[in-house]
């Protein structure tokens, strides 16, 4: 099933909603529901079904699909074409579409290929109001008016229901290795990130993971940097020749991408710092090694550090949250015990996202709370 | 809200800017020629701008703006004329020849201001020119000039631009050879360069002998006319036009050639100049294609290397030489064949240096602005020479460099070659 | 509007159509400019009509609108005060950069003060290790992108009027260039703006911290063509000079052989640095400006492929794109021997729009985006459009992206030719909605394509764009009646 008639249901049953005044929760497939915060008191508004590729055309490298449709479903179209939906967000590949896009959630690759601002095209959404909303639209380059694709994506559902999205596709490079190399020491680590960020060539994903993650991912136990390479074969062997100037190489499987996106426990605290990349050798210390046995991995090129606390009852996660307290930068937390949330600030109580919130979802019903805004 | 725009019969037939209308139109107000203008780029108005300065003459000649608008003449009177903005244009909107022509339709309401027309009667007038710069010759030769040169205000710069007219480099003895096989050729001596800048012309002789043209003089030559045209009196620089192509076509060389690049660049449009004088038209045709900068005769004859002399020295292009005479290469051809020069790039070297023929007399803030950021880049080059073909920009560039206090002195590139053939001689090469 | 007189603000402020008739005797235009003047001084206003008549134009002909006043301001302080001023008189305004925008976005009803932002033009600061620079508004794009060459990077989004364009104006309509096929357009570009709302406040959105948390206000203030406020200071992402560069010309004897082409190399999922199409008469028009870069004068089409990156690699995609060229029927394919070559090929393409003034004393352009597969088909259409219509159609456009330019010169003195250039805008607009397409892909909708926003979206879709633009300019005094056609916003009801 999928397409306008499921748009009108959705859009029946928000209406349904405001007319009860009843806050509604809106469920992909329930795989990162513990993401932000609590949503108390709410019905499921559940999109899974709602899962088809609406519209796929290889040569124009764009997809429609309905908000449902997992990455697998989607990687398994674009793949028979060689291409694919560069967002590999951290989660099971049988994450939906929607939620992708309604968390602005990325990945490794996004040090390539940014995340869902960068590549979604259009949205068609019910707001909060009940209406039908189309934002954006199906080609590659649009400036038609002002920019709701934007505003929705990463909302986290508190403005509208994503039904369908348009997203942007990448060719599969010719070749696709991952090899990963030694992190320095400590006094080390600035002048080497700072070699690595002036390489000549974009590396599909840059991503460095502390020794205990790398245990996890059933590498030798040390911190590593892993770095997935792409292109035709000269310039993957110009690739590795540059790379592996700046320290002991490897080769490394493929699967690591996808046993990191899973790696956290679950009940895991999970946070990220970021700040300009020229910091991170002074965050990427701490963060990498708050517990003995805590996870961290770090998107070079774009300066973010994320840091996994496992759950635990002797009082790990008071001595996390003070270590990232006290790391300079922007703090996003994604997963946190209930209780924990209420000393994080709102990110949405600005006078415009307050304006905006009552504009889009006046009776308060979508995913209340989600983003800790005072309802 | 937005209405289609139309285009009304012309409101006032029969002027100059009339019959540029075609002009006009070719402009699509694209906006690429801001960033070249100078007095843009000073004022951050785009009244001040080619674009703005075009709707200006667009609403002169549509009738929404009347001839005597004061906002039309203040924007128009700002105009340096460097032309830097056609080099820009996608669309060879004919900038120049519309100022021109706007300048002669407003002056036909509106005299331009005394000290202007003082001075274009005294460039009109041979002997009394002549009178004049031997005074300032002479003044100049006290050395009292350079010594009032740091007086506040446009007196101190008038006496700056005068001490920084004589040569920095010591006077060339040597004798001059060559085959003569390139051609025979007549200097035009001009007002300014024949008075102030004579070791420039002697230089321009020398040089273009040893590169094998043949000198041919030119007696009964005037003014070239182009402080007239650039002021708006077209008939003023006809007469002296008709004067010059009489003159040379009497002296029967095969080319004229110019040390000045504004004189060039006029000399190149007696053409147009005289498009619509039935008796002068072809002739003065003729003697446009027949007109060259020295820059351009060097640079076709090679030319002739000559032995080393050591300078640290920077090019400012004149805006007539790059911008009118789309002249840009053959100068740095001409200081290729000097060994032994340190040759440091001038950023923004094809922006105007705020002479502009008499407009740092008239409008001396705007150009004491425009000025000031080439003063800024000379300094960061650390050259000791500032090298420039045109009398104006030596003159500018040279009092506010004096003023400044920044070590370094304008000469022309002709009078550089010239030093360093003057130095194989010495050296029996 | 029950949505909104439920705020403060909106129950509190007049309707729009109200506050234009009353905005008029709120404050008599003399007044105002005096009030103006205090701020920044008499030589930043400008009143007279013949003054004003410069800032009745962008770069798109056949739009005047003169604006009631034009204010310079000199300083970010001078800024922020006339704002608070034009607040506080409930005054319209229009924030204008360069004016070389191409929808006629910058345009200033009779009762709007023109902003002008251009003085405001430092850069103010560049982290070359962070690849970052903070400018203001009215830098000049190709000048921070010199600025940032001193340290081997550039400002990758390169409209084509970037020896004139403003970053602001980049920002307000979301610009992209020739070079946005491999690098994204300005709002992949803009990390943090601070900007001051039409309310007077100032905020700062977006960070410089790599990501930032909360709705994505930045994302939906870039491309806002000045609806939503005036940037104060734009902080950008620089990008590294790549290491090499290979610049091919391929010429083809007909258009849909270029098309063809276009459509092979990116279905091939090769991704050039750019992709551009010139048609034959484009092509003529170049030739003869004294932008001539040598493309061949009998070629029905050209494309400029700019392939960069790394060395390694690169010849092996410049022989891949060639391999597509040929298959689909290009005469020639040569090669740029050195960066002389390469910038005289660019400058053709990136002056041709100004060259059609050589054709034609009127100019009409379209932006329309399709489906990178449907370009041989809507091509063939332009071009039976232009047949029937009997008018000359130049495309010169974004051919990777699919983003057309057709260009029609024309006389407007002559009412029957303007008629027909008329028919053919709307035709071959809507021969590109109906292939999937969008009505603008970089110039913006400003007024010239507010007429075809309803084509493309729903009235609640256009509402709740106005419900957006009301969150940041409750009033609606930035840039009004621009982007979303009027009678829109007064349906949207929401709940």
């Known amino acids: 099933m999928g397409g306008r008639v499921s748009t009108v249901r959705v859009q029946e049953r928000v209406r349904e909603h405001v007319a009860r005044g009843a806050p509604v929760r809106i469920v992909g497939r329930g795989g990162w529901l513990d993401g932000g915060r609590p949503v108390d008191d709410f019905e499921p508004l559940s999109l899974a079904d709602d899962r088809a590729i609406v519209e796929y055309v290889a040569g124009d490298l764009t997809l429609t699909a309905r908000a449902g449709t997992t990455l697998s479903d989607i990687a398994a179209a674009t793949g028979a074409e060689g291409q694919w939906l560069a967002l590999d967000p951290f989660g099971s590949r049988n994450g939906t579409l929607g939620a992708t896009i309604a968390t602005g959630s990325a990945g490794p690759l996004a040090h390539a290929f940014g995340t869902p601002r960068d590549t979604v095209l259009g949205l068609e959404v019910v707001t909060g109001g009940g209406e039908i909303v189309r934002a954006g639209g199906r080609v590659v380059k649009n400036v038609a008016g002002f920019d709701l694709t934007r505003l929705f994506t990463g909302a986290w559902g508190t403005l509208a229901v994503i039904t369908e999205a348009t997203v942007r596709l990448r060719a599969r490079p010719e070749r696709d290795e991952t090899v990963a190399l030694l992190v320095p020491a400590d006094g080390a680590l600035g002048d080497w990130l700072a070699r690595l960020r002036i390489l000549p060539f974009t590396p599909l994903a840059l991503e460095m993971v502390n020794s205990p993650l790398s245990a996890t991912l059933g590498l030798e136990p040390a911190a590593l940097l892993l770095a997935r390479l792409g292109g035709n074969d000269d310039a993957v062997r110009a690739q590795r020749q540059l790379l592996g100037a700046l320290g002991d190489m490897r080769d490394v499987p493929a699967s690591v991408w996808s046993t990191l996106a899973t790696a956290e426990p679950n009940g895991a605290s999970v946070a990220r710092v970021s700040a300009p990349p020229s910091r991170l050798h002074a965050i990427w210390p701490v963060l990498s090694r708050i517990d003995a046995g805590s996870l961290a991995h770090a998107t070079v090129g774009r300066g973010v550090v994320r840091s996994i606390c496992a759950p635990s009852d002797d009082g790990n996660g008071q001595r996390w949250l003070a270590a990232i307290g006290t790391c300079e930068g922007t703090h996003i937390f994604e997963r946190l015990p209930a209780r924990a949330w209420r000393t994080i600030p709102c990110r949405v109580d600005d006078p415009i996202s307050r304006a905006v919130r009552t504009a889009f979802d006046p009776a308060r019903i979508l995913n209340r709370g989600i983003l800790g805004e005072v309802a | 809200m937005s209405e289609p725009v139309a285009v009304p019969a012309c409101a006032i037939p029969g002027t100059p800017l009339a019959n540029a209308t075609a002009g006009i139109m070719a402009c699509v107000h694209c906006g690429f020629c801001l960033q070249a203008c100078p007095t843009y780029l000073a004022l951050g108005d785009e009244n001040d701008s080619p674009r703005g300065r075009i709707f200006l003459m667009r609403s002169l000649a549509e009738g929404d703006l009347a001839l005597d608008d004061p906002s039309v003449h203040t924007h128009i009177d700002r105009c340096l004329g460097c032309r830097a903005c056609e080099t820009a244009c996608p669309s060879g909107v004919p900038y120049g020849a519309l100022l021109e022509a706007t300048r002669a339709t407003l002056a036909q309401v509106v005299k331009p201001p005394l000290r202007a027309r003082l001075i274009l009667a005294l460039f009109a007038r041979r002997g009394l020119m002549r009178a004049v710069v031997a005074a300032a010759r002479a003044l100049r030769a006290t050395g009292i000039p350079r010594l009032l040169a740091r007086l506040p205000g446009d007196l101190g710069f008038a006496f700056a631009m005068l001490a920084s007219s004589a040569s920095p480099l010591s006077r060339a003895r040597y004798r001059s050879r060559g085959t003569g096989a390139r051609g025979s050729v007549s200097l035009l001596r001009g007002c300014v360069m024949e008075g102030l800048f004579a070791a420039a012309n002697r230089a321009t002789e020398r040089t273009l002998v040893a590169n094998d043209y043949t000198m041919v003089p030119a007696p009964n030559q005037h003014c070239c006319g182009a402080l007239h045209a650039h002021a708006g009196d077209l008939e003023g620089a006809r007469t002296l036009a008709r004067r010059n192509i009489a003159a040379f076509e009497a002296a029967g060389a095969e080319l004229v050639v110019t040390n000045a690049a504004g004189c060039g660049a006029l000399l190149k449009e007696y053409g147009h100049l005289l498009a619509d004088d039935d008796a002068w038209s072809a002739r003065a045709a003729a003697f446009s294609a027949r007109a060259r900068d020295v820059s351009e005769l060097l640079a076709a004859a090679g030319p002739r290397v000559g032995a080393p002399i050591s300078y640290r020295v920077t090019y400012d292009a004149p805006c007539h030489l790059q911008h009118a005479q789309r002249v840009h290469a053959e100068p740095l051809v001409v200081l290729d064949a000097i060994p032994g020069l340190e040759r440091v790039a001038l950023v923004d070297s094809d922006q105007c240096c705020g002479s502009a023929g008499i407009y740092n007399l008239l409008e001396p803030a705007l150009s004491a602005a425009v000025l000031a950021p080439k003063i800024a880049h000379i300094e960061v080059t650390g050259a000791t020479l500032v090298v420039t073909g045109n009398p104006g920009c030596l003159m500018q560039i040279g009092a506010a460099l004096c003023r400044a206090g920044v070590p370094a002195r304008t000469v022309h590139p002709v009078e550089l070659l010239d030093a360093s053939y003057a130095a194989a001689a010495r050296s029996g090469r | ?495």
């Open chain 3, 1 to 495: 509007m029950a949505l909104h007189t439920e705020t403060p603000s909106r129950a509190s402020g007049p309707q729009p159509e109200q506050a234009q008739d009353r905005r008029g005797a709120l404050i008599q235009t003399e007044a105002l400019a005096s009030l103006l003047a205090a701020i920044v001084g008499e030589r930043g206003v400008l009143a007279r009509p013949s003054e004003l008549s410069a800032y009745s134009s962008d770069g798109l002909p056949g739009y005047r609108l003169r604006p009631r006043l034009a204010v310079f301001p000199h300083t970010t302080q001078q800024l922020v005060d006339v704002v608070r001023l034009l607040a506080r008189k409930q005054c319209p305004f229009v924030a204008r950069g360069a004016g070389t925008g191409l929808s006629a976005g910058a345009l200033a009803r009779g009762d709007a003060v023109v902003v002008g932002l251009n003085r405001l033009n430092r850069i103010i600061s560049i982290d070359p290790l962070n690849r970052l620079a903070v400018v203001e508004p009215g830098a000049v794009n190709v000048t921070l992108s010199r600025a940032a060459g001193a340290y081997g990077l550039h400002y990758a989004p390169d409209p084509s009027s970037q020896t004139a364009c403003t970053i602001g104006g980049n920002v307000a309509e979301n610009s992209g260039g020739p070079h946005c096929l491999k690098y994204g357009v300005t709002l992949n570009h803009v990390v943090a703006l601070k900007v001051i709302l039409p309310s007077g406040e100032i905020t700062t959105l977006g960070n410089a911290d790599g990501e930032a948390e909360g709705y994505d206000l930045l994302g939906a203030f870039v491309g806002s063509e000045g609806c939503f406020g005036i940037a104060l200071e734009v902080t950008v992402r620089l990008t590294p000079n790549p290491q090499g560069v290979r610049t091919l010309l391929a010429d083809f004897t007909s258009i849909d052989a270029g098309a063809r082409a276009t459509s092979a190399i990116i279905a091939a999922g090769i991704l050039p640095a750019a992709l551009e199409m010139m048609d034959g008469p484009t092509i003529r028009a170049v030739e003869a400006s004294i932008y001539a870069a040598g493309y061949p004068a009998d070629a029905s089409a050209v494309l400029l492929i700019e392939l960069d990156g790394m060395d390694e690699g690169l010849d092996a995609d410049v022989q891949r794109v060639e391999a597509h060229c040929l298959a689909a029927g290009a005469r020639t394919v040569r090669i740029a021997a050195n960066e002389e070559e390469r910038t005289r090929l660019w400058q053709g393409r990136k002056k041709a729009f100004g060259a059609m003034g050589r054709i034609a004393p009127d100019l009409v352009v379209q932006d329309a985006v399709i489906p990178r597969t449907r370009l041989p088909d809507v091509l063939r259409e332009i071009a039976a459009i232009a047949e029937l219509r009997q008018i000359q159609v130049c495309n010169v456009f974004h051919a990777g992206d699919g983003n057309l330019h057709p260009n029609i010169g024309y006389d407007s003195r002559n009412p029957d030719e303007s008629r027909r250039v008329g028919l053919a805008m709307r035709d071959i607009m809507q021969a590109c909605i109906d292939a999937g397409g969008t009505i603008t892909g970089e110039h913006g909708v400003g007024l010239d394509k507010l007429e075809y926003m309803p084509k493309i979206f729903s009235p609640e879709s256009l509402a709740a764009q106005c419900a957006l633009r009301d969150a940041f300019d409750p009033e609606r005094r930035a840039n009004p009646g621009k982007v979303v056609p009027v009678h829109s916003c007064r349906e949207w009801v929401g709940a």
